[in-house]
Every structure is written in structure tokens, then in C-alpha cells.
């Protein structure tokens, strides 16, 4: 292989740089995007099938041979075929020793057979050097591009150089490798593509138990409450009142849940006076979500952001102005601009304004095509600075809107405290907390701590 050009991908096929050829066995969907992606990179695919008559879905430039013939031109064959069809490759062994086997297959669903397709594979073909990988990249991403679609492509098996070899061409089609280790891996590979948001389970189920509550709770003292005590039917607030408070609590609570975990992990390590000790599980499992928790913040945000935008067009903010209008004509007394309400509304609008923008900015800065573009220290600074910024200007926002109700008795319908006030506890606690790890006493051996310091080295686990 021409190592020069392993990491380049040629847009047409380069017949004055041709690269060694490559087999493949299966001409279905995906054996003939990888087979026309291939030729595009200067490759020279040969086909292995039952058929050899030529087809129109087959690229121009591909040979199509016998299995037989087709494996003995090429020293890489990518298996493009289903497990269960995988006993005819039994007669070609002798055929097959040696050379690279690419196993492409996915499964119907999680943990299908015993063992992994490829592990099935190697066992079949004990003389072949077994490599998983492309499992994870769809015909679609192929043909429409990398740009539009995952670029990692990860890769197994216990033949270093072999799997040298795939990750080469990998590179070569303008995709990202990712060496997963032995072959005793593949089965993890090969659940990939069958788990639906792996990362974003408990986020999900998190924000989804979270909003039921706060539904709830609004509908209790908004509708229920005013309905059985002072006999009026609110019942429509449902649609867009409701929404419209639980939406910036779920939002400023979720932000909050993004940062706790790093306030937990600086007192631990600080307790324990060492950076190797491993976190325990369930706070290893949260750092993970971040990303995931921050970006479903930013949408019940963004939520909020429309919910408020249409709120002038409600009927029952018309009804509420005009009632006001009217009462004021009647009564021939103009109600003078209250200067300290303005500014509390001014105030919580650019509070909230200011805060939005952060939290969107650390939200873009979040996605793989921005965050490949800066370097850790900026990623670190967006993230962390930036997003204690948000964090901040939200709970001030939440703090001059709703800071009327904490000493008003009407606000405790049931004794319950408004939503707002909830809304408070987590980020308060937060900030709290962090602005006392800032403190030089306390930074100085957390920041000696994280770059390798350990206060008793001999008990460091």
C-alpha cells in the first residue's frame, strides 16, 4: 500500500496511482457502495459472487468473478454477506488461508448468537486473519458522503498488522479509524447500530420524570387549586401557561444536573487527596450524559424562548389587557408606570436574554463540528467558564422573576411553594458550592491534586 496517500481520499479513481486490490464478497446494497467508494479512492475491487453476469448496480470499473477467482486476486476480502450464509466460505478455506477477512455483518438484534459474527467467522476459517469493522457505517453514508454521516469506523481484531491494513483503507475512503482491540470486542461493535441512543437513556428518562412532575405540580396549584377554592376555570392554561413554567424549570434544573457532578468530584478528590481513585459508578455513568442533559436543557430552553414569543397572541392575555383598559376608562384614572416594576421586568428579560445566548453558545460549542475545530483549552473555557456564565445569568433570571413569591403567604397554595422557587434549590446549591471551591484555600490543592499530586501516595489504589 502506498502509505503517502493511506490518509488522502481521492475524489475519482486515480489510474495513475492505482492502490492493490480489494475483494468482495456479496453484491448487495452495501457491498457495492463500499465496492464504488473504493474505486472513487483508487482501489481496484473485484467481486466475488454466485453470479458472474455483470448488472447495472454494479460499479463500471468492478470485475465480478466466481468466490473462487475473486479471492485469489486480492490479499483483503470484505465479507458483505449475513452470518447465516457464512458455511459456503467453508470450501474456499484453503483459498482463504492467509489472506484478510473483513466481517461487515450486524445482527436482528442485541447479543443474537453466543458469539460474535466475526469471532463465528474466525472459527470457521481458523487459517484467515479475521478483522471486524464497517459494521457501523450504513450504504447511505457511503454513497451520499462522509460529511453527512459518522465518520468513525471501528475496528477489531487479533492480527495487528491485518488490522494495519483496514484501518488504512478506512482512512483512504475519508473516514476516521478506531481500534477497538482484539477480536473479542466485535460483539460490543456489532450491538452498536442496534442500540437506539445509548447515551441518552437516562437523560431521557430523567427530563421525561422530571417534566411529569412539574405538569402536575403546575396543574395542582394553577388549575385544580383555583378551580376548588375560588371557583374559576383556568383549565385551558394547560396549553400554554403550563408548558411555559415547567419548560425554564426544566431547563435551569437540567443545567444545573450538568454541572453537579464535577462539583461531586471535586470534593471527592479532595477527600481522598488524589486524582487515581476511581468515582463511584453512578457518578461516573452521570459525567458521562453531560453533553446529553445539556442539550436537552437547551431545547426545553429554546421551548420557552417560543412559548413566550407567542404569548401576546393568547386570547386570555387580550382579555386580561383590555379588562385593565377598560377599568381604567371607567374609573377615569390613568394607572401611572410603576418605575421599580419596569425594572424588575427589564431585568429578568435581559437576564434572561444574556443567559440564552450563553447557553446556546456552549451548546454549539458542544457538537463534533465545532468542538474538532478548538483546541482543549478553548473547549475547556466555552464549557466550563461559559457555562457556569449561563448557569448563573438563568438563576438570576428565575431569581428576579420569581423572588416576589418567596415571602408572599398567596404563593404557598396547599403549602406548597411555587415552582419557581423549587426551580431554585439545585442551581443555588450549585453556585453555592462552587463559589467556595474558588476559593484560593481551597483551589490551590484541588488544581495540585488534578495534575498528579497525591496527599498519602503509598495508599492510592
Known sequence: MNKNSSNTMALAPN?????????????????RALGHKMIQSGYRVVYGSRSTQISNLIPKDAEVLSHAEAAQKAAIIIIAIQRQHYNFLTPLAEILHGKVLVDISNNLKLNQYPESNAEYLAQLLPGSRVVKGFNTVSAWALQSGALDASRQVFVCGDDVEAKQMVMNIVRALGLTPL????????????????QLFPMWKFPMFLSLGLTVFFFFYCLALDVIYTYIYEHRNFSFFIAITIPNRVCPVMALVLLALVYLPGIFA???QLYKGTKYRRFPNWLDKWMLCRKQLGLIALAFASLHAVFTLVTPLRAFVSWRTGKGIISQALNNKTEPLNNTNAWISDSYLALGI???????LVGITSLPSVSNNVNWREFRFVQSKLGYLALVLCTAHTLVYGGKWFLSPTAYKWYLPNIYILSLIVPCAVLVVKFVLIFPCVDRPLTKIRQGWERNPKHSE
Not at 482491540?181 to 456489532?190: D, K, M, P, V
Not at 444574556?354 to 446556546?360: E, M, P, R
Open 15 to 31: 489510474t495513475s496511482n492505482k492502490r492493490e486490490t480489494v475483494c468482495i464478497f456479496g453484491t448487495g446494497d452495501f457491498g
Open 179 to 194: 481500534d477497538k482491540g482484539s477480536l473479542l470486542a466485535a460483539q460490543e461493535i456489532e450491538n452498536y447500530p442496534l
Open 354 to 360: 444574556l443567559g440564552y445566548f450563553f447557553f446556546v
Open 266 to 268: 471535586a470534593i471527592i
